[in-house]
């Protein structure tokens, strides 16, 4: 299932800039940025207990905040890429 993860994460400290490099972290383990604070993330049921779990592990939920649009199976009718970034294909090979 396709999931769309969005964050917003106070800064105003060093703790939450570190939170917010642990999140950016975590979901490029899960996923591909698309905007600064979006994730597009391919995962399965599985996959996603254990990620979602962990993002609400790093975050403080009195002052950050997370967003999780689920796009299913059938994503790629629902999402339409117009503008600057490259799109890519989550289900192809990942070169590293």
Request: net charge positive; proline share 2%; with cysteine.
């Amino acid at each position: 299932m396709m999931i769309l993860v969005t964050y917003d994460v106070n800064v105003e400290t060093k703790e939450g800039k570190r939170r917010l490099r642990n999140v950016a972290k975590k979901c490029k383990n899960y996923g591909q940025r698309v905007q600064n604070s979006v994730f597009e993330c391919l995962v399965d049921s599985a996959q996603w207990a254990v990620f979602k779990s962990e993002l609400i592990d790093i975050i403080e939920p009195k002052i950050d905040s997370l967003r999780f649009y689920f796009l299913g199976a059938n994503w790629q009718r629902r999402v339409e890429h117009v503008g600057a970034k490259e799109t890519y294909d989550p289900e192809g090979f990942l070169l590293v």
